[in-house]
């Protein structure tokens, strides 16, 4: 019986605790899409990838060449310079690679340098809403399995972000 007593006291101590919790969602897809620094950060990013894509090519167009012409030669060549244009071809591969390696790392760096301080400006936008309104805890829709209702701030939380935005771009 104390057992009994004792979980139903535990049940509506934890019942009252979550009811008095405020809970709020919001979409940060549509926080994101609605920054302009957000726009202007994809677009650096995109010219970065384009310039090095070209870089790229050409030097896949110079491996190409140097290919085409070590097989279109080889039969008239000695095998000791077959060998030395076959090393020099595995070597502009190999570079090729290693050039490949260092552009992921060079945007994946970019791009957490220019996503930084908008995600810091989301976050911040959160927490004056969820400030203002009093909440305990605000859940991103896109992560929940499911939800009927609920109060949503995406909007509140647009207002204050884009504040915080023309704010940051007008600092550059």
Known sequence: MKKTLSLVALLFVTNLAISQSKVAHVNSQSLLDTMPSRDLALKEIKEIE???KLELNGMYEEYEKTRAKLEAERATLSPT???SREANLMNLGQRIQEREQTVQNELQVRAQELNQPIF???KQ?????ADRKKLNYV???SNMLYSKGGMDITGEVIV???K???AAINKK
């Open 125 to 129: 936008a959160v927490d004056i809403v």
């Open 50 to 52: 384009d310039e090095f």
């Open 164 to 166: 915080l935005d023309a």
């Open 81 to 83: 310079i077959i060998k």
């Open 139 to 141: 859940i991103d829709a």
């Open 160 to 162: 204050e972000l884009l």
């Open 120 to 122: 810091d400006r989301v």
